[in-house]
């Protein structure tokens, strides 16, 4: 109780002296959609995921009038829809008469600036759009296979993870209601794209895969005016 009273009182005397902010902090917390070849079932292109988990913390001051600008950091997590990975591995290799695969989540971390604007819809409902742009650190699952092959029994393989760093582009767009002066809530909508090169260890040298990262993040946004 003494240390909870002391951040009480700090809280509501943001509150009794909030005016249009200077600083504000968000954290972000949702749902992370893959689109287009990152969630596709192709052995050459596609990376089979499936919808995970996304957060972020973001902080935005106003640059001028009407225009903010934003720090963000986050993370994606996800799965790995093993059971087309497997069919697509089976039909791709006839000796194979069964395929179990066991994978870790394909993981994102991004990191973006970015500028918008935005308009008072209501009395307390805003919404805010902005573009932005940085990098993603990704890093490609370890999967362990345990194959049957035809005439050949059981056989034991793995792939091991393979990480890049790329340039990243995407936009928001927020859907804000203000709770009091100090502390709001929002909707976040947030495309994000990226180009991903990953190298592998084989037989015959290095092998470079290239994946599209292409992420649509949805997800509820605690909101406060830190100055």
């Not at 596609?46 to 935005?60: D, E, N, Q, V, Y």
């Not at 990191?111 to 308009?119: E, H, I, R």
């Not at 990480?163 to 009091?180: K, N, P």
Request: net charge neutral; aromatic share 12%.
């Amino acid at each position: 109780m003494k240390l909870l009273l002391p951040v009480f009182l700090f809280f509501n005397l943001l509150t009794i002296n909030a005016q249009p902010f200077k600083l504000q902090m968000s954290l972000n917390s949702g749902l992370a959609i893959p689109l287009a070849d990152f969630r596709n079932t192709d052995l050459q292109e596609g990376s089979f995921t499936l919808p995970g988990f996304t957060g972020a913390i973001a902080l935005k001051t106003r640059l001028f009038k009407n225009i903010t600008g934003t720090l963000e950091g986050g993370f994606q997590l996800n799965p790995v829809d093993v059971g087309l990975l497997g069919y697509e591995k089976m039909q791709a290799d006839p000796f194979i008469e069964d395929l179990y695969i066991r994978s870790e989540p394909f993981k994102t971390i991004h990191l973006l600036a970015g500028a918008g604007t935005g308009k008072q819809l209501a009395d307390k409902l805003r919404i805010d759009g902005e573009i932005q742009a940085g990098v993603i650190f990704s890093s490609t699952p370890y999967q362990l296979y345990k194959a049957t092959y035809y005439l050949l029994g059981e056989d034991y393989f793995e792939i091991t993870r393979s990480r890049d760093i790329s340039f990243a582009y995407g936009a928001s767009i927020q859907l804000i209601y203000e709770i009091t002066p100090c502390y709001h809530i929002g909707l976040n909508n947030q495309f994000l794209s990226s180009r991903g090169a990953y190298d592998f260890r084989t037989g015959a040298g290095i092998r470079t895969d290239k994946r599209n990262i292409t992420l649509w993040n949805s997800s509820f946004s605690l909101i406060v005016n830190i100055l």
